[in-house]
């Protein structure tokens, strides 16, 4: 059953899939995008803050956008996403690792009706990414859910 603006309620959390990191995939994603030491050059990241390589946040980010498209918005019973209108609050609270696999939860923070397009409402949506127990990236994201009287 699809999910429509009337279907979430504040606090809901959904679950959006899961994805393992690997070690090629960090280091070309951060070679096209964020060319730092610490996620190209294993070497060159023991010397860093980090230790080791770890995956640029960026990619954390992408990441996250993929599962919480393909396994929240996209699947069968997915939301009635209508698009997206930004992001706000990315924090990064630890690093990703090669090998690590990440976990995203998406939790409806905030809903409102347009007052101006009968077919729609406004979703803010906190997702959170864990490995493990470990909670490394949060991000809030609006977007535009078609309401259910809308495909009645």
Request: one cysteine or more.
């Amino acid at each position: 059953m699809t999910l429509y603006f009337e279907d979430l309620s504040i606090g809901d959390r959904h679950g959006a899939g899961e994805y393992t990191v690997t070690r090629d995939e960090i280091i070309a994603f951060a070679e096209q995008f964020d060319p730092q030491p610490f996620h190209t050059d294993e070497e060159a990241a023991k010397d860093s803050v980090f230790g080791e390589l770890v995956a640029s946040g960026l990619h954390t980010l992408c990441l996250s956008v993929r599962l919480f498209v393909k396994e929240f918005v996209n699947r069968e019973d997915g939301l009635a996403n209508m698009g997206g209108l930004g992001m706000d609050d990315l924090r990064w609270h630890a690093p990703v690792r090669p090998g690590e696999t990440l976990r995203v939860e998406v939790e409806v923070a905030e809903k409102n009706p347009s007052e101006s397009h009968d077919d729609r409402g406004y979703v803010e949506f906190e997702r959170h990414v864990y490995t493990d127990d470990t909670e490394v990236m949060t991000v809030r994201s609006y977007n535009i859910v078609r309401r259910r009287s809308a495909v009645e």
